[in-house]
Nanobody
């Protein structure tokens, strides 16, 4: 059983910064895909940033130059550093991981519980 636990959300003024963390726990062999998504009421969940195979990084156009995704393999944790936050960044942020367990299983996709980020004007 693998779980992703998110932290770091909260209320921040425009122009401020937040750092989101996503910690994976369980019998994990390798995390190949790590990503952050966000969702607001009435809108489809959208990709914010993602790392594939530890090196290939994708960002949404709206966050390029402001957000940075990173990982700490030793801790099975990945992060989203958010700088120069804007009110339109307000959303529930979800982390996502594609991984292999230590058992005989194959690919497994896991979602975090979500953390709310609110950016005030």
């Amino acid at each position: 059983q693998v779980q992703l636990v998110e932290s770091g959300g909260g209320l921040v003024e425009a122009g401020g910064s937040l750092r989101l963390s996503c910690a994976a726990s369980g019998s994990i062999f390798n995390i190949n895909l790590m990503g952050w998504y966000r969702q607001t009421p009435g809108k489809q969940r959208e990709l914010v940033a993602r790392i594939r195979s530890g090196t290939v990084i994708t960002y949404a156009d709206s966050v390029k130059g402001r957000f940075t995704i990173s990982r700490d393999n030793a801790k099975n944790t990945f992060y989203l550093q958010m700088n120069s936050l804007k009110p339109e960044d307000t959303a529930v942020y979800y982390c996502n991981a594609g991984l292999k367990t230590l058992g005989a299983g194959g690919y497994l996709e896991v979602w975090g519980q979500g953390t709310l980020v609110t950016v005030s004007s």
